[in-house]
């Protein structure tokens, strides 16, 4: 990494220097003009939290009693927590050193915003210890479903996936509560899988989300009898699917009547909306053909 170059940091404390204005508007202020789209890699954040010497400048929003110790960051703008790089290490330990990264955005010694792939991060800069991952969409500041499994936020974005990603994600999803299951019976798709099935409901998109949330929960359905020790575990197997497809079906209703009341009851082209979630139309269309006119409009 060039010694010479010049942080946001840096230049923030030239303009402190020459005006006399406070350094925490005057680091915002350089590293929004710094940041780029430029990509890098976490095993250069990491060489380069290894190699740089600490900052010595005072953190303005912590006392120094209670200040992180930090590193000037060339790749992300200005001072960044030691521990707070190795936490993010951490969350993309299955990724690898390798794992390209960029940096979204930055408020002074408040925040940074990297997105690695399919994922994105706050690191919270007067902390030794914290930081978040945030919806996978760019610029917005929700927390994910969760973490990893279903990185889009309920409010704004989750609803906007293409069936395909949904269907991932609730596979992902199934999978988890599998592992965390007593026994192959026991599994449930559980209040996020409920998440999981509106936004499916909002996209058209059930018949493929509640098949791979299903499967991801208990198992390939035609493997059951193989992987099932006994006739009596694999009935059970079989009663639990049945059950928890009846719930799912009951939720992607409730969720499709709630978006309708929304729309106000009636498709855009002004015909009353009645489609049931299992016809895979959008729950606000009263046909595929008015969902397939409105998304190529």
Known sequence: ????????AQRAREVQRATGTKYTAALREAAGASISSAEFYLRDLLAECASSPDWSGDHPEVDAEWAPRMFDSVLLGGPV?????????????????????????????????VACGNRRFQLVLSQDNLIYELCLAPGCGHLPVEASLIPCCEIAHLGARSEKELAEMAWRWGARRRE?????????????????????VAQGAFSAVIEQLLEGCFGDPDLIDEVCLTAEGAMEVRHAIDHERLLLTDRARAAAAQIRVLAGGRCGCGRRLFLAPEANVPARYCSARCASAARTG
């Open 1 to 8: 990494m060039p010694r010479n170059h010049s942080t946001a």
């Open 81 to 113: 927590p030691h521990s707070v790089v190795l936490l993010l290490a951490g969350e993309l330990a299955a990724e690898g050193v390798s794992v390209a990264m960029r940096m979204e955005s930055r408020d002074a010694v408040r925040t940074v915003v």
């Open 180 to 200: 965390q299951a007593r026994t192959p019976a026991s599994a449930d798709t559980g209040d996020k899988g409920d998440t999981l099935i509106a936004a499916a």
